[in-house]
C-alpha cells in the first residue's frame, strides 16, 4: 500500500490536481510544467491563464532556473523568515507562459509549511499554489467551506492543518518592493 506522500507525488506525476494545506489557506497544486494540467487547474478556479500563477518550492534550488536573476545576491530573499512572501521576479524563458501568464514575470515562494514543503520535496520541485477558492470567493481555511465542484473535480484531497497565517502569503515585487498584496 502506497504512503499518503507516496500517492500525492504519483498524482502529479500524472498531470492530477491536489488539495493541500498552506501557511493560511488550503491551495490547489498541480505541475507547472505540465499545460494540460495547469489548464484545467484554471478551469477549476474560473480563473484567467492570463492572470499568472504562483509556484511554491522547498528551497530556493528548485526554482533557481526560473528567475532571472542571481538568487545569490538577494540576500533579502534568501535569509529566513518567519514570515512568508511570494516574491515576484523577471521569468526566464524556462517558465512556462501558462505560468508567467501576461507578464514577462514568476510569482515563487519558498514554502514554509511542512505539508507543501514535504510535497515539494517528494515530486523534486515546484508545484503551482492558488488558494483552493473559486475565483472571486474568499479563501479556504477549512475543507467544510470548499465548494462541492472544486472538490469534485480535482484528484487528492491532502487535509492537513493549515497554517497560522490565517490568510493568503504577502506577494511583494522583487525589483520594486512594492506590495502587491499584503
Known amino acids: 500500500m502506497l504512503k499518503k506522500s507516496d500517492q500525492i507525488i504519483k498524482v502529479l506525476q500524472q ?16 505541475d507547472p510544467f505540465n499545460e494540460t494540467a495547469v489548464l484545467r487547474l484554471l478551469k477549476i478556479k474560473r480563473r484567467d491563464v492570463k492572470q499568472g500563477l504562483i509556484l511554491i518550492a522547498a528551497n530556493w534550488d528548485q526554482v533557481k532556473d526560473l528567475i532571472n536573476l542571481d538568487l545569490k545576491k ?26 508567467t501568464g501576461k507578464f514577462n ?3 515563487i515562494r519558498v514554502t514554509s509549511h511542512l505539508v507543501a514543503k514535504n510535497i515539494c520535496q517528494g515530486f523534486g520541485g515546484p508545484i503551482v499554489s492558488t488558494s483552493a477558492n ?15 465542484k472544486v472538490i469534485n473535480s480535482i484528484d487528492y484531497v491532502f487535509s492537513g492543518r493549515v497554517g497560522t497565517l490565517g490568510k493568503p502569503t504577502q506577494i511583494c515585487e522583487f525589483k520594486t518592493g512594492k506590495i502587491i498584496r499584503s
Open 134 to 148: 473559486l475565483s472571486k470567493s474568499s479563501p479556504i481555511k477549512k475543507l467544510s467551506q470548499l465548494d462541492k
Open 15 to 30: 498531470g492530477g490536481i491536489i488539495l493541500y494545506p498552506t501557511e493560511g489557506v488550503y491551495g490547489l497544486g498541480c
Open 74 to 99: 538577494c540576500k533579502k530573499i534568501t535569509e529566513k523568515d518567519s514570515y512568508p512572501i511570494t516574491w515576484i521576479f523577471p521569468a526566464t524563458k524556462k517558465a512556462p507562459r501558462w505560468i
Open 105 to 107: 514575470s514568476i510569482a
